[in-house]
């Protein structure tokens, strides 16, 4: 079992940068691809994006390409989401979940409780 905790939410003005990150407790997650989601009011929760158990491969949804950036530190049991020229769009609660499978789908086995993020205009 693995529980997955985030942290770095919060509210920035449009334009502007956060991190969030997310901790790994119970089973170590080295072993398993990382993936961060998103759920904004009224929507469905979407991929941002994802890190294969090793770090070396990636993947974006295209409307944040370029301005998030996803890594993990194995030794730590982290993953964190560094989050660059913020828009409003970019509001929503964000999730972060690990998966055997390197996957852009919401199938993922382990989920956190999720952080806000919050971007003014």
């Known amino acids: 079992q693995v529980q997955l905790v985030e942290s770095g939410g919060g509210l920035v003005p449009a334009g502007g940068s956060l991190s969030v990150s997310c901790a790994g407790s119970g089973r170590n997650i080295r072993t398993y691809n990382m993936g961060w989601f998103r759920q904004a009011p009224g929507k469905e929760r979407e991929f941002v994006a994802t890190?294969?158990?090793?770090?070396?491969?990636?993947s974006y949804t295209d409307s944040v390409k370029d301005r998030f950036t996803i890594s993990r530190d194995n030794a730590k049991n982290t993953v964190s989401l560094q989050m660059n020229n913020l828009n409003p769009e970019d509001t929503a609660v964000y999730y972060c979940?690990?998966?055997?499978?390197?996957?852009?789908?919401?199938?993922?086995?382990?989920w956190g409780q999720g952080t806000q993020v919050t971007v003014s205009s």
């Open positions: 890190i294969r158990w090793d770090g070396i491969r990636t």
């Open positions: 979940a690990a998966s055997d499978a390197f996957s852009m789908t919401t199938d993922y086995k382990y």
